[in-house]
């Protein structure tokens, strides 16, 4: 039992590239979320999944897109990654009714020059 | 205003010392609130959380809410430097995965042994 898990655990990018930043659980979350956190602004949602087949923005998804590929994984794209992106990303996942129970993956940093 | 508000410190105190956490909220229609806690380059954890006014117990830990006042703390009785972390308030609507949770900034704190 893994838990949340995240890969990679660091990428450099350059302005301008893409990359997919990989979330899975085998936890059977219903709800999975991406947060960005960056110093001095705490944990900002970017975009979540209420179950599987549905994805709804958060509080920060200009220059974002998620993909629920099942329920087990939801993804993270830059499709054209800027330095203003820079930060630790974390995935997390809940049960229906438990939302307030959020297990989160362990971090993706993200360094964009 | 920012609907949660959580002074992030530093905040030092002194092994063994109570330590007094708070968060200032702007809704009303929270209605779950959480605690969770960061060690340093990990993902946050659940600590603590309570749906209702008043004080919650476990171990050392205890959670106050006052929806009154719009307020919410966590004292910590026998503090450990193993305590030493970063505390995120976090707040929610209702406890289902379609409402997300609003997150504090967190309050980094160091326990001196």
């Known amino acids: 039992n893994a838990g949340v898990t995240q890969t990679p655990k660091f990428q450099v990018l350059k302005t301008g590239q893409s990359m997919t930043l990989q979330c899975a659980q085998d936890?059977?979350?219903?709800?999975m979320y991406w947060y960005r956190q960056d110093p001095g602004m705490g944990l900002r949602l970017i975009y979540y999944?209420?179950?599987?087949?549905?994805?709804d923005k958060g509080e920060v998804p200009n220059g974002y897109n998620v993909s629920r590929l099942n329920k087990r994984e939801f993804s993270l794209r830059l499709e054209s990654a800027a330095p203003s992106q820079t930060s630790v990303y974390f995935c997390?996942?809940?049960?229906?009714?438990?939302?307030?129970?959020?297990?989160f993956g362990p971090g993706t940093r993200l360094l964009v020059l | 205003q920012k609907e949660v508000e959580q002074d992030p410190g530093p905040l030092s105190v002194p092994e063994g010392a109570i330590v007094s956490l708070n968060c200032t909220y702007s809704?009303?229609?929270?209605?779950?609130f959480m605690w969770y806690r960061q060690y340093s380059r990990k993902g946050p954890e659940l600590l603590m959380y309570?749906?209702?006014?008043g004080n919650k117990e476990d171990g050392r830990f205890t959670a106050q809410v006052d929806k009154s006042s719009k307020y919410i703390s966590l004292f910590i009785r026998d503090s450990q430097p193993s305590d030493s972390a970063t505390y995120l308030c976090?707040?929610?609507?209702?406890?289902?995965?379609?409402?997300?949770?609003?997150f504090g900034k967190g309050t980094r704190l160091s326990v001196i042994a």
């Open positions: 936890m059977n979350h219903n709800s």
């Open positions: 976090a707040m929610s609507l209702s406890d289902s995965g379609n409402t997300p949770l609003v």
């Open positions: 809704n009303s229609a929270f209605q779950y």
């Open positions: 999944s209420a179950s599987e087949g549905t994805t």
């Open positions: 997390a996942g809940a049960q229906t009714g438990t939302q307030e129970t959020q297990y």
């Open positions: 309570t749906y209702s006014s």
